[in-house]
């Protein structure tokens, strides 16, 4: 099926279900508020929710951005030193699945209450798949060229620009569907951990208000973020290999 | 769908993305912009006081008509005072799970005591204590039928779920604390640290200081703000977590806590020149462990909420009479907390005073006044909206 028919039946059917759900299910509006309530909330309280939109997507940028470039410096750096990556990877495990919970007490005492435990929470989240995924298309260069280049006197920055990166790209972009998605998450989660502001900050006023509407006006508008964020990196994917559907037509 | 209808959609979706960015900050809610204009205008803090107190009496009048405290609270399940405990005759027992309002340790006492001494069993109940915590909300486990009693920590979600437009009907049957616990705590830079403060702070002790709050606590800062005629920009708000270690390495001046957990922590790592200010004595009272139970229990099973507290209470007595004996089993029992027979004697000690409350009624019983008047603080700070009451 067509990608984009698939996104506008999700689109037009999700309300729907929604609406069956409560029909069948019986559900209190506590739990599943009928989806008019919600939208409301969305029209009425719209200022609030974009100006806390703003804080969640600055704090998800800054972390992605960070863990870009904590992840492709280290990746590049496992290529040409092959001990460190032996040496870094079971500390990249460990720090990539240690409860956030205990790491964010941790740099609420030494940080307060600043954009910092927030943004370190964000590249905890986002930096491992794209270290795995760069550092795989990194060594995923074709040997053959690879030789041909060294034949021909290449240099390291000649080999790395016209070979080892563009053989990482498509590894790279496939790892920025699960990054940064993962970042706009992540960023709503530290929020909710230890924010007074962004959409986890709402979630939390929402949640110890019993506005149940409220919740799930946030939850919607943090979805959408994440699938606009997926989308993006579907589209630019689409660009910068435009050539290959080119080629097979 | 062609590749440029695609491409608008994927605009549009960016427009949304970036209209975020470049959204202004949302209205000042009307105590902010009372705040402002105090700012620009400096007011004595008499002023703002009173001007404070006529908007909370003219709230509270309109929850006393809209939204009063009987349509969520009572207290005639609970036993009479000089009931004598006698053991019923058990035909049949009834299985209930009961919330906890926070993770088993010595704040759940009585109800250990209950289990322990064989007083839940006398009223033909066997009680599974379901623990509470950071991200577990039993007023809301209660509504949806995970459990079938709750004690929630803060009495103020009772009427703040029941007049949620999204609600859920339930009833408050009783209060373990007749007052709130809430503090805002710190150190006594004046006193040494292995001596007790007898510093009575202030409002104005805030201006200038790092307070840390737990999330969705702001409202608390509004409130001494707004009643005290502080600037906003005179307190540094942090988010906080449930530890006093930010106080205690510098990091904030003060956090909010229960005086009833925190403070002994305190002194456990030898800081016993912690100083607290009491919302409850600053005019944000309410009622704190409060037992609640869905309105369709209350109604078709009052017998069973009875026995319940029948034994709740028996248990809370115990803990008044017994503290020492009370203290070993709740170390016992306190699964979720290695905490020492002292530990649990100090809690007790802090917060007998707030079980006994002020007023002249029996213990575990709360009157509609105090409900009106923090359900209209609440409306007053923005925590409840009441339609009727805007």
Known sequence: ?249 | MNRSTFTLALIALLALMLSACVAQAPAAPAAEEGQMAAEEEPMAEEAVEAGSEAEFEQILACVEENFPAESYFTNELLPAVDAAWEPMECDSVDSIKVGMPWVLNDEEAPWYNAIELGYFADVCLEVELVAGGPGVDHLQTLAGGAVDIAVVAGGSTVPSLVASPTPADVVAVGTFLKHSPYIWLGLDPDTPQDQRSDKVLTPQDFVGAKVGLQPGNDYLFEFIANKHGIAHDDVELMAAGFTPDPVLVGAMDYIGAWIVNQPRLMEEQGFMNWVAFRFSDWGWDGYGDVTVVRRETFEENPDLVSRFLAAQTQGLNYLLENPDASAEIAVVYGVDAQLTKEQALRRFELQEALVLGSDDLPISHMSADRWNMQVASMIQYDQLELEACK
């Open chain 1, 1 to 249: 099926m067509n990608e984009r028919l698939a996104y506008i039946i999700m689109i037009v059917s999700a309300p729907i279900i929604w609406v069956l759900t409560i029909r069948i299910t019986e559900a209190p509006s506590f739990l599943l508020p009928p989806p008019n309530m919600v939208a409301d909330i969305m029209l009425s309280e719209h200022q609030d929710l974009l100006f806390h939109t703003r804080i969640t997507l600055v704090t998800a940028l800054s972390g992605y951005v960070v863990a870009n470039i904590i992840a492709i410096s280290l990746s590049v750096s496992f290529l040409y030193l092959p001990w460190l990556e032996a040496l870094a990877v079971p500390w990249t495990v460990v720090i990539k699945n240690v409860p956030f919970v205990t790491i964010a007490t941790i740099m609420i005492i030494i940080l307060g209450d600043t954009p910092m435990p927030k943004i370190i929470i964000v590249v905890l989240v986002t930096f491992f798949p794209i270290l795995a995924n760069v550092t795989k298309g990194l060594k995923s260069a074709d040997s053959v060229m690879l030789d041909r280049m060294q034949t021909l006197d290449s240099s390291q920055w000649e080999i790395f620009t016209k070979i080892r990166w563009p053989s990482a790209l498509p590894y790279y972009i496939a790892a920025h569907e699960i990054a940064f998605t993962g970042s706009i998450i992540g960023a709503v989660v530290a929020e909710w951990l230890f924010a007074r502001e962004g959409l986890g900050a709402l979630i939390v006023r929402g949640m110890s208000q019993y506005r149940a509407d409220r919740v799930w006006a946030v939850t919607i508008l943090a979805s959408a973020l994440a699938v606009g964020a997926y989308l993006l990196v579907k589209a630019v994917e689409k660009y910068l290999f435009r050539w290959q559907v080119e080629d097979l037509t």
